[in-house]
């Protein structure tokens, strides 16, 4: 049974940072392509970062380019999000997902509240 559990969230003041964390169980996860999304009340889910499995592609969207660092414990089975420079735009729940092919994206957490305050 493979879960993703996001860790981390909370609520930060506009300029703070925050460090979101998933732990994967259940699968490989060494070969699996690994991606943060948000959803913000009311709107659609949205792509944030994604990394491969060995690190070396990364791909953030231009919302947060910058600002967010994503980066994998292999060793850990984790990948984190660390997001400075935050600003009330961010406010939303983050997931994270797994994938092994580029676009993909098989297995989801359940996500972690993420509140800027102005």
């Known amino acids: 049974q493979v879960q993703l559990v996001e860790s981390g969230g909370g609520l930060v003041q506009a300029g703070g940072s925050l460090r979101l964390s998933c732990a994967a169980s259940?699968?490989?996860?060494?070969?699996?392509?690994m991606g943060w999304f948000r959803q913000a009340p009311g709107k659609e889910r949205e792509f944030v970062a994604a990394?491969?499995?060995?690190?070396?592609?990364?791909d953030y969207s231009n919302s947060v380019k910058g600002r967010f660092t994503i980066s994998r414990d292999n060793a850990k089975n984790t990948v984190y999000l660390q997001m400075n420079s935050l600003n009330p735009e961010d406010t939303a729940v983050y997931y994270c997902?797994?994938?092994?092919?580029?676009?993909?994206?098989?297995?989801w957490g359940q996500g972690t509240q993420v509140t800027v305050s102005s």
């Open positions: 997902a797994a994938g092994r092919q580029a676009g993909t994206w098989r297995y």
């Open positions: 259940g699968l490989t996860f060494s070969t699996y392509r």
């Open positions: 990394i491969s499995w060995g690190g070396s592609n990364i």
